[in-house]
């Protein structure tokens, strides 16, 4: 079993910038790939980035290539997901996964006009 929890979500105006944070603990963090998802409101759920198990295969979604970074420290048991120039359609629940198995409870992601 491996626990998700999110933090760093919130609210902020377009263009600004906000860092997402995902603790792990349970079984070893390090042996899975992780990824971030996020739910906009009446959407379906949609993949934004991913990073493999070592860090060093990662993927993006086309809406926030360029702009959204993720990252991961094994040490620390965390990956994270630097948002910059935020765009109000980057509104949502952001959801951490580990290895397609395990998934956070989210944390919202509100960008104002």
Do not use: H
């Not at 079993?1 to 933090?7: A, D, R």
């Not at 991961?72 to 630097?82: F, I, P």
């Not at 952001?94 to 989210?106: H, L, S």
């Amino acid at each position: 079993q491996v626990q998700l929890v999110e933090s760093g979500g919130g609210l902020v105006q377009a263009g600004g910038s906000l860092r997402l944070s995902c603790a792990a603990s349970g079984r070893t963090f390090s042996i899975y790939a992780m990824g971030w998802f996020r739910q906009a409101p009446g959407k379906e759920r949609e993949v934004v980035a991913a990073i493999a198990r070592s860090g060093g295969n990662i993927a993006y979604a086309d809406s926030v290539k360029g702009r959204f970074t993720i990252s991961r420290d094994n040490a620390k048991n965390t990956v994270y997901l630097q948002m910059n120039s935020l765009k109000p359609e980057d509104t949502g629940v952001y959801y951490c996964n580990a290895g397609m198995n395990y998934w956070g409870k989210g944390t919202l992601v509100t960008v104002s006009s």
